[in-house]
């Protein structure tokens, strides 16, 4: 398509400021960035939309405009929404380099441009490839039950006979083709291996599609790209599409119309993303009023919200879990929080999940570098209510199981600049025990951050082992150690006036001695082991062993 044909489509919102005499340059794809050099990612002809979040001083516009024009891109349209206009210096530049400038109005989005181009532009190429972007197009606007990235990758295979699938950064599947006979799913290892090769090539600044032999098989890997501003803060969240094929040697128009695929496929992952705001928003509002401390009522109120989203139909309330996340890149310069929340939301899913809605009922925030996950769990019922008495914390995530398959590709993808740390608390049945848990993944997290290794996390289990409390160990950690142990037997005291935890201190002085404790205490020997055997449902622990006796002797002597 030719420039010129854009202004003649009103719904764009796009106005010229100059270079009126090149409107005849053709325009052979789109591309949205707000890097200062996008340089690595054009190949000419593109229309390129930016936010202008590069410009900093108007020097910068000389710069920028200069690396568009040496890649030979058609076009540089600008949004108003970053300054309220297009500055002046940008407009100089441009004539100077010969290159058409446009701007666009605040309200239409870059999305919309970047679909219709895509639309144009493959329309105007082989019917065939036209058929398979606007059929898909068609099937994607209509709304979610359009069938989303799966009916492009369907008509892949069913017009161009190729096999694909849209991976996550962590090689989860977010879709494939579903037509019959087009073989198995992709396995979990096999996407973990795409996942981790893009990654590793796209921080080496190696230019798409990249091609991986595996197992007799070459696969080529086109970037989903997000709309970040360095690259750190996009490819760690960005989806992949991993096309069953050597690209090596496809012609031009073949590669160009997997690009468009993957800007279609990207305005779908937009949408989607727009879909979060709800969870995202209620792990904040949440999120704010446990670090204030508010009142547990308040706390519940907004639980009782947030409930019906992330777990439509579900009876009785669930039990919580909070898991913290911190990225932490060298030098500091990026802000980790947002890439941390974003990842989270995947790392939170299990890798066998099919689907890009399977992080629907994670609600993730975020501030500073820190992402915190507020996780819904089943209700485990409690003891004495007639039912099965099992501890809540047996249930719900296991730091050593959560980064099992996605620890290699997210290595790669932070190279060696980049570091992410996990850390995951025990769950919870109220309001009360957020704060608590909360702080729990904090301190666990720290755990891992004291490990080697640029993927780490740690659990709350780990806060209650004898080994952390050593001298330079924070007053706040040996905090959370005792009120693992202790805290279950004293609110159990306080309700019941059980004297669980004399009958512990007791216990241990007499060396496990069931008679000598019994005769100290003025208890019937099967009083004794009635109240022992509470205190062992209560924590999870074994008063038989050395290592759980240990543990509460600490405790005790440190509270």
């Known amino acids: 398509m030719r420039l010129r044909a854009l202004l003649d489509t009103g719904t764009l919102g796009l106005r010229l400021l100059g270079g009126e005499e090149e409107l005849d340059r053709t325009v052979r794809g789109v591309m949205t960035t707000d890097l200062r050099d996008p340089s690595r990612y054009l190949s000419g002809g593109e229309l390129v939309l930016t936010g202008l979040a590069w410009r900093r001083e108007p020097a910068d516009s000389e710069r920028f405009v200069r690396i568009l024009a040496s890649a030979g891109v058609a076009g540089l349209a600008a949004g108003e929404a970053?300054?309220?206009?297009?500055?002046?210096?940008?407009?100089?530049?441009?004539?100077?380099?010969?290159?058409?400038?446009?701007?666009?109005?605040?309200?239409?989005?870059?999305?919309?441009?970047?679909?219709?181009?895509?639309?144009?532009?493959?329309?105007?190429?082989?019917?065939?490839?036209?058929?398979?972007?606007?059929?898909?197009?068609?099937?994607?606007?209509?709304?979610?039950?359009?069938?989303?990235?799966?009916?492009?990758?369907?008509?892949?295979?069913?017009?161009?006979?190729?096999?694909?699938?849209?991976?996550?950064?962590?090689?989860?599947?977010?879709?494939?083709?579903?037509?019959?006979?087009?073989?198995?799913?992709?396995?979990?290892?096999?996407?973990?291996?795409?996942?981790?090769?893009?990654?590793?090539?796209?921080?080496?600044?190696?230019?798409?599609?990249?091609?991986?032999?595996?197992?007799?098989?070459?696969?080529?890997?086109f970037p989903i790209r997000g709309t970040g501003r360095d690259l750190r803060e996009t490819v760690l969240s960005d989806w992949l599409l991993a096309v069953e094929a050597d690209a090596g040697d496809w012609a031009e128009e073949r590669l160009d119309l997997l690009h468009g695929v993957t800007q279609l496929i990207a305005v779908e992952r937009d949408r989607r993303d727009a879909a979060r705001t709800v969870r995202r928003r209620l792990?904040?509002?949440?999120?704010?009023?446990?670090?204030?401390?508010?009142?547990?009522?308040?706390?519940?109120?907004?639980?009782?919200?947030?409930?019906?989203?992330?777990?439509?139909?579900?009876?009785?309330?669930?039990?919580?879990?909070?898991?913290?996340?911190?990225?932490?890149?060298?030098?500091?310069?990026?802000?980790?929080?947002?890439?941390?929340?974003?990842?989270?939301?995947?790392?939170?899913?299990?890798?066998?999940?099919?689907?890009?809605?399977?992080?629907?009922?994670?609600?993730?925030?975020?501030?500073?570098?820190?992402?915190?996950?507020?996780?819904?769990?089943?209700?485990?019922?409690?003891?004495?209510?007639?039912?099965?008495?099992?501890?809540a914390s047996a249930a719900g995530l296991q730091a050593d199981t959560l980064l099992s398959v996605v620890q290699e590709p997210l290595t790669r993808g932070l190279a060696d600049d980049g570091r992410l740390t996990l850390g995951v608390s025990a769950s919870v049945h109220s309001a009360e025990g957020l704060r608590g848990a909360l702080e729990e993944a904090r301190h666990a997290r720290r755990v891992a951050a004291a490990r080697p290794g640029r993927v780490c996390a740690a659990g709350h289990e780990e806060l209650a082992s004898h080994v952390l409390l050593l001298p330079f160990v924070p007053d706040d950690v040996r905090r959370a150690f005792t009120a693992r142990l202790l805290d279950p037997l004293r609110d159990y005291d306080r309700r019941h006036r059980a004297e669980l935890v004399p009958t512990l201190e007791a216990f241990l002085d007499c060396d496990g001695s069931w008679t000598r404790c019994a005769t100290r205490l003025h208890l019937h020997v099967n009083t004794l082991r009635y109240r022992v055997g509470r205190i062992e449902q209560l924590t999870g622990r074994d008063l038989a062993r050395l290592e759980d006796k240990l543990d509460f002797f600490l405790a005790l002597r440190m509270s």
């Not at 989005?109 to 059929?135: N, P």
């Not at 925030?365 to 007639?386: F, I, K, M, Q, Y």
């Open 82 to 221: 970053e300054l309220g206009s297009v500055p002046d210096d940008l407009v100089v530049a441009c004539a100077r380099h010969r290159l058409p400038l446009f701007s666009v109005v605040e309200d239409v989005s870059f999305a919309s441009i970047t679909e219709y181009v895509v639309r144009q532009v493959s329309g105007e190429r082989a019917g065939d490839l036209a058929a398979v972007v606007d059929r898909h197009r068609r099937l994607m606007t209509s709304g979610p039950a359009g069938g989303g990235p799966e009916v492009v990758l369907d008509l892949l295979g069913s017009d161009l006979d190729l096999r694909a699938w849209v991976l996550s950064p962590t090689g989860r599947q977010i879709a494939g083709s579903t037509l019959a006979g087009s073989g198995p799913a992709l396995p979990a290892e096999t996407g973990a291996r795409l996942a981790g090769e893009h990654l590793a090539a796209s921080r080496t600044g190696r230019r798409g599609p990249h091609r991986l032999p595996l197992g007799g098989t070459t696969y080529s890997l």
């Open 283 to 391: 792990a904040q509002e949440v999120l704010e009023l446990v670090q204030a401390g508010a009142a547990p009522a308040e706390i519940a109120a907004r639980l009782r919200v947030a409930a019906p989203v992330l777990l439509p139909g579900l009876g009785t309330a669930p039990h919580w879990q909070v898991v913290v996340a911190r990225v932490e890149w060298a030098g500091g310069d990026v802000p980790g929080g947002p890439v941390a929340q974003t990842l989270l939301e995947e790392v939170l899913v299990d890798p066998g999940t099919f689907g890009p809605d399977a992080s629907d009922r994670i609600a993730v925030a975020h501030t500073g570098d820190e992402a915190v996950a507020l996780v819904p769990l089943p209700a485990v019922p409690e003891e004495g209510d007639g039912r099965d008495g099992r501890d």
